[in-house]
């Protein structure tokens, strides 16, 4: 399996190094552990092989001095207690076979002068003993012993299981200690990576800031955050300052100029020519165009800043929805398409402000217009239990997921969507006011099928109208 590191999450990373370090760290110990084993057992071994060569030579001596056969081999049979001897042979002062066992071995040869000395020999699959049999300082024979390795490969096996138990133990155990103490370097970075991601969105509060633990990097980071976050406000508030000032200094005299305009069209001024006509009712579309514009940026300021207040009363819903088509049904007929008005037959009150309500609506619908070209646009009122609702359907291109997520967020500002016309803050503008209101704005949409946004505002509680 192959890991790959660079692209593991900082969480992932430092587990995953504390449980390397302390594996690779604990290896050379085991390794260590299993070799000075297989190093000293053999040197045990001789040593016990020894002490029996040198029990079994003692008991043997007298049956040596008298020439007694038969008790040699009694005694060299009580050797088949023990398992891991293989062969043993007793051997007179002349070096000839005195004993031996098992008594059924093969052959073996008499031991000659030379070989007749303390040796001994050891080799993977066993360990052999020669032991000089001493009566006063003459030698009374020589005792061989053969024993297996059964007992030290048993040792090192038993050893290296219990060695890899102990590494899979500090395994786990530097897995979950690290998994447990991970978080104190991972989250801190995480909450400035989330951070950072919301305010790239858009959606970041850059009032807030993040929590400070230590003074560590870890700390400066979060500190150095702050103080860009600091930065980012101030800057975010002199745009919306400046913002808020142009276009309040603008609504004005463009509302003044659109008046005189509408007057000139009017005929006040005098009577027009069909050209001078034509060019004042494309200064006309231009004038509201911009109006609209300069009073968008101006509520999107206040929204952003918080000094927006909405005025809640008792209103008619089919009083707002005959004042915000007013304005689009000429537009909506000029472009061929058909408007269809459900539900509009009975009236009832909701609690809103109307003037932000008709704002919205007129927004929605401004939208369906620029984005439908044939078909039809349908506005639905539905007196639902606890709320009145405005639908706004159109035959238009739809939208995609995509559009959908960000549609009501203010990251679309000032025309980051290049080659679209508007601000892109009608929908923003439209999402705070029916919050603002207590009501909620809500789409679904599909692409080359049409769009549907639903308004949904309280509606008036008995009684409450008395109080409002
Ligand atoms: N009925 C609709 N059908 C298809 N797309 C729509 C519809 N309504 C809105 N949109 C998409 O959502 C975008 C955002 O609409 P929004 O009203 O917020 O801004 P805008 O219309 O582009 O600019 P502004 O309203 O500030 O003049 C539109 O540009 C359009 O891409
Ligand atoms: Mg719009």
Sequence with gaps: ?????????????????????????????????????????????????????????????????????????????????????????????????????????????????????????????????????????????????????????????????????????????????????????????????????????????LTKRLQVHGTDEIGEVSESFNTFVGKLQNVDEMKLGLISVVSHQLKTPVAEINGYIENMLEGVAGELTPRQKKYLESMKGIGQDNYRLISDLLSASKIERGVIAVDLKPVSIKQVVEISVRDYEASIRRKGLSLRLEGMDSDFMIMADKDKTVETLRNVLNNALKCTDKGTISIRVENEPEKGVIEVEDTGIGMSDETMEKLFTKSRMLGKEAGRAGAGLGLYIARSFMKLQKGDIVVRSQIGKGSCFRLELPKLIEGEGAQA
């Design 1 to 205: 399996m192959k890991i790959d590191f660079k692209n593991l999450r900082l969480k992932q990373k430092i587990i995953l190094i504390a449980v390397a370090s302390a594996s690779i760290a604990l290896l050379p110990a085991c390794l260590m552990f299993i070799l000075y084993e297989r190093e000293t057992f053999p040197k045990i071994m001789l040593k016990n092989l020894s002490n029996l060569a040198q029990l079994v030579g003692d008991n043997s001596n007298a049956a040596l001095s008298f020439n007694d056969p038969k008790t040699a081999q009694d005694i060299l049979n009580t050797l088949k207690t023990n398992p891991h001897i293989l062969s043993a042979c007793l051997y007179d002062a002349q070096g000839k076979v005195f004993a031996r066992f098992p008594d059924n071995q093969r052959e073996i040869q008499a031991l000659g002068p030379a070989e007749r000395v303390e040796k001994n020999e050891i080799t993977p699959l066993s360990a052999k003993l020669y032991h000089v049999i001493l009566s006063g300082r003459e030698t009374a024979g020589v005792l061989f012993l053969e024993s297996d390795m059964k007992e030290m490969d048993s040792r090192v096996s038993s050893y290296t299981t219990m060695t890899i138990l102990v590494w899979v133990f500090s395994f786990l155990v530097s897995f979950l200690v690290a998994s447990r103490l991970q978080k104190y370097v991972s989250e801190p970075l995480r909450q400035v990576v989330d951070r950072m991601k919301d305010i790239a969105r858009g959606e970041g509060d």
